[in-house]
Nanobody, 118 residues
């Protein structure tokens, strides 16, 4: 079963930036939209952003619009989430997956922890 591997999280002060990466091993997934999701403590996982297979269409949740940028490099089977002007409410475990989820039985990875705190 194909699984995503997320990396790049860490502790950052409010207003700071981080760049998350997400890799997978199945090139068939490059034909589908890729999304980033997050789960804050005590809350359900929520969608953050998605990008089309060709990088031409990007969509964001209102809470991250104008601060986050999603992209992908299909030659590397890798997706990215550039996060700027981070806020404490962005603290969560961040995951990637297809958008919508469940395509080609891709499963959730372990995620990467992002903590925004002074």
């Amino acid at each position: 079963q194909m699984q995503f591997v997320e990396s790049g999280g860490g502790l950052v002060q409010p207003g700071g930036s981080l760049r998350l990466s997400c890799t997978h091993s199945d090139s068939r997934l490059n034909a589908y939209r890729m999304g980033w999701y997050r789960q804050a403590p005590g809350k359900q996982r929520e969608w953050v952003a998605y990008v089309s297979s060709t990088n031409s269409i990007r969509n964001y949740a209102d809470s991250v619009k104008d601060r986050f940028t999603i992209s992908r490099d299909n030659a590397k089977n890798t997706g990215y989430l550039q996060m700027n002007n981070l806020k404490p409410e962005d603290t969560a475990v961040y995951y990637c997956n297809t958008y919508p989820t469940g395509i080609l039985s891709a499963s959730w990875g372990q995620g990467t922890q992002v903590t925004v705190s002074s």
